[in-house]
């Protein structure tokens, strides 16, 4: 059949050709793998810059509540010295106001809220008498009958 020294040529070559096509296919896919790497890398660091950035959102919000609160209890230290100062210092009838203030009376009768502390609906629109148009009617102000000394005064202002 097939002699010895063929037999062995046919198996160095066989295994030369797969050697090489084994190179190839290890150097071929190698580079894939390396761009597989660096984009996990770009990834990491991605994440990483995006819990930063929360973390800073966070701690924005956090330090701007704790400013909102110093704040409102500023104001409320400001508005209770100007009040006993005003007691002290002013007539009756301004440390009545005050007081009215800092009892909520006041703010009840400036913001239109009711005895529930519910806030009114504007009564603008209503009527005053009964046949007329209230003030935000589409009808208020317009006569239905407009003189002729009327129309000449809106083509005049046109022209």
């Given at each position: 059949m097939f002699s010895l020294s063929?037999?062995?040529?046919?198996?160095?070559?066989?295994?030369i050709c797969g050697g090489v096509v084994g190179a190839f296919l290890m150097f071929a896919l190698r580079p894939q793998e390396k761009i597989n790497r660096e984009l996990e890398a770009q990834l990491l660091e991605s994440e990483a810059k995006l819990r930063d950035y929360q973390h800073?959102?966070?701690?924005?919000?956090?330090?701007?509540?704790?400013?909102?609160?110093?704040?409102?209890?500023?104001?409320?230290?400001?508005?209770?010295?100007?009040?006993?100062?005003?007691?002290?210092?002013?007539?009756?009838?301004?440390?009545?106001?005050?007081?009215?203030?800092a009892d909520g009376k006041l703010l009840e009768q400036?913001?239109?809220?009711?005895?529930?502390?519910n806030y009114k609906a504007p009564t603008d629109w209503a009527p005053k008498?009964?046949?007329?148009?209230?003030?935000?009617?589409?009808?208020?102000g317009l006569n239905?009958?407009?003189?002729?000394?009327?129309e000449e005064l809106i083509l005049n202002s046109r022209a």
């Amino acid at each position: 059949m097939f002699s010895l020294s063929t037999l062995i040529l046919t198996v160095l070559t066989c295994l030369i050709c797969g050697g090489v096509v084994g190179a190839f296919l290890m150097f071929a896919l190698r580079p894939q793998e390396k761009i597989n790497r660096e984009l996990e890398a770009q990834l990491l660091e991605s994440e990483a810059k995006l819990r930063d950035y929360q973390h800073e959102v966070t701690q924005h919000f956090v330090d701007t509540s704790q400013l909102i609160n110093n704040l409102t209890r500023s104001y409320r230290d400001v508005h209770e010295h100007l009040a006993s100062s005003a007691l002290k210092l002013g007539n009756a009838d301004i440390s009545r106001q005050i007081a009215q203030a800092a009892d909520g009376k006041l703010l009840e009768q400036s913001a239109n809220l009711d005895a529930d502390g519910n806030y009114k609906a504007p009564t603008d629109w209503a009527p005053k008498k009964p046949g007329k148009h209230g003030i935000l009617s589409e009808e208020f102000g317009l006569n239905d009958d407009a003189s002729a000394e009327d129309e000449e005064l809106i083509l005049n202002s046109r022209a």
